[in-house]
């Protein structure tokens, strides 16, 4: 079968979620045409995203067989971040690369050891957002996909997805929140830079207290407009105040796969 028509398969993956929605290639858009979800349990001992790759075996298993490409959206659990600040004597992408690796390496310590680094491209004179993602998972991602005769075609850290679907949204003195069941993430802008990043887990805590506390620490003279709000999360009303002015964002609507299909129906 043609890769042109084969049917795209995109999945969300979580510690406790893992969606997998099937797609119908269009010239513009795709359409959904099937969506199945398990919830799962990190297993004591293992990688937080052992039972994860479980849960995606069992829901490739149902998938009728057949080729594509999958693209998986790879929750914030599994992704670390740092702001890269500007330097214009990194010149060549080799560089670059070394010195992301460089930042991940001082903010995460030993625990960096292991992960793959990847930056995102910057404009001139402007700080990059670097994520760090464990290799094993990763290589495991490539491995249980193309098990079930899929290619991996690309994994989208959702910070970075929610960033790249918002960012005309995002003011030049503002911020991006993305809430997710048990954790935060939080990027800070300062005149259309990134200021700095946050991920905390958030089990039994208010998410908007942390948000505040962030932006307090970050940005403490000069808070930002708005905070562009995305929740994967428990549903709950987000109500704005003066203090920490929040505007929400939707998730794809009658969908289950909210965060497989993010930024992509």
């Known amino acids: 079968m043609s890769l042109l028509w084969s049917e795209p398969v995109r999945i969300g993956l979580s510690p406790r979620r893992v969606e997998l929605a099937r797609l119908r290639p269009g010239l513009r858009r795709h359409a959904v045409v099937g969506e199945n979800a398990r919830d799962c349990v990190p297993e004591d001992g293992q990688p937080m995203w052992t039972g994860a ?5 069992a829901l490739l298993a149902d998938r009728t067989p057949g080729g594509g490409g999958a693209t998986v959206v790879l929750s914030n659990h599994f992704v670390r971040y740092a702001v890269l600040p500007w330097n214009p ?3 060549t992408a080799a560089e670059f690369a070394v ?4 930042r991940i390496q001082l903010t995460y310590g030993d ?3 292991g992960w793959e680094v990847r ?3 910057a404009e001139w004179g402007q700080a ?3 994520c760090a993602i464990d290799a094993a998972l990763l290589a495991a991602l490539a491995e249980h996909v193309g098990r079930a005769g899929l290619r991996l075609v690309s994994v989208e850290p959702l910070l970075m997805k929610a960033f790249n679907t918002l960012r005309r949204e995002v003011a030049a003195d503002g911020a991006l929140a993305v809430v997710e069941a048990g954790r935060v993430c939080v990027g800070v802008f300062s005149q259309g830079q990134w200021l700095s990043v946050m991920s905390r887990r958030c089990d039994g805590a208010d998410p908007v207290r942390l948000i505040a506390q962030e932006l307090a620490l970050a940005a403490p ?3 930002p407009g708005r905070v562009e709000l995305l929740n994967l999360g428990p549903d709950r009303a987000w109500a704005p105040s003066p203090e920490l002015p929040l505007r929400t964002h939707a998730t794809p609507g009658g969908h289950s796969c909210r965060l497989a299909l993010y930024g992509s129906v």
Do not use: F, K, N
Not at 53 to 57: K, S
Not at 99 to 102: F, H, L, P, R, S
């Open 53 to 57: 790759l479980e849960a995606l075996d």
């Open 89 to 91: 004597e990194l010149v």
């Open 99 to 102: 010195a992301a690796a460089q």
């Open 111 to 113: 625990a960096a050891r």
């Open 119 to 121: 930056a995102s491209a």
């Open 128 to 130: 990059g957002i670097v």
């Open 221 to 223: 003279e000069t808070p």
